[in-house]
């Protein structure tokens, strides 16, 4: 029996509001299962476009869908402290119902090189994120301390009103050594923005556990076929550069 698959789509945030909502729609009643959300601020405003929060946007789409699972593809804990992705991921919980969130987490160079936030340490900032995360949505007495980020968050009282979930986590990784610590604490492995068939087997290999695999295809949907292959060359190009950029100080995944 082949193992099991779900197909989803990537939803840029550069898009207007009602558009992604719109779109959303379109996605569940299709039959879609998952709607993955990316962040890249600075990246889309480098290329003159704006850019919404995921963590937001999540949110919403959470409240226009009934049964698409709503994944964040990713947020990086260097730009929201895993405390505070915690209490974001709490909200599209609430607001979507049970087993419909999927937390993503990665480092997004994409955001740190535009924003001139480099770091040269990933793979313990990762690990002290998953744990944060995952603590504080536990809804238990958690204390932690990492040495990149800490936490003491206090029990939730029995009468609160929250989903007292833990929803799945998933590491966006490229390079070897953090696609094996997603196979260590993760339920999922996200792999980068253009993926072939033999680099999800690669990563299978490195995570080294049954656990998911996400991979994403540029697609391009148009009524001529030469227009179709435009718009896929635009969006490839643009990710190809990013994934450029991307090795300058990975030294410690890479290596």
Known sequence: MPPSFRIGVMQLTMEPLEVMLASARVMDEAGMDTIWLAEA????????????????????????????????????????????????????????????FLLGFGTSKIFLNNAKMQTKRTLGPMRDAVAIA????????????????????????????????????????????????????????????????????YTRENVGRDIDIGCTVVASIAEDREEGREGAREIAGMYLANKV???????????
């Open 134 to 201: 995952r603590g504080v949505l536990s809804g238990e007495e958690f204390e932690y301390d990492g040495d990149t980020w800490s936490a003491d968050v206090p029990a939730l009282q029995p009468d609160a009103h929250t989903p007292r979930e833990v929803p799945p986590v998933y590491v966006a990784a490229t390079a070897p050594k953090m696609q094996a610590l997603a196979g260590e604490i993760a339920d999922g492995c996200l792999t980068p923005s253009i993926t072939t068939p033999a680099f999800v087997r």
């Open 41 to 100: 601020y600075p990246w889309w405003r480098k290329h003159g476009m704006e850019a919404r929060s995921s963590t937001v946007v999540s949110g919403l789409v959470a409240r226009e869908t009934t049964r698409l699972a709503i994944g964040w593809g990713i947020i990086s804990p260097f730009t929201r402290h895993p405390v505070q992705a915690a209490m974001d991921a709490r909200v599209v919980q609430e607001a979507a119902g049970p087993g419909r």
């Open 245 to 255: 950029q991307n090795i300058q100080g990975s030294a410690d995944t890479l290596l």
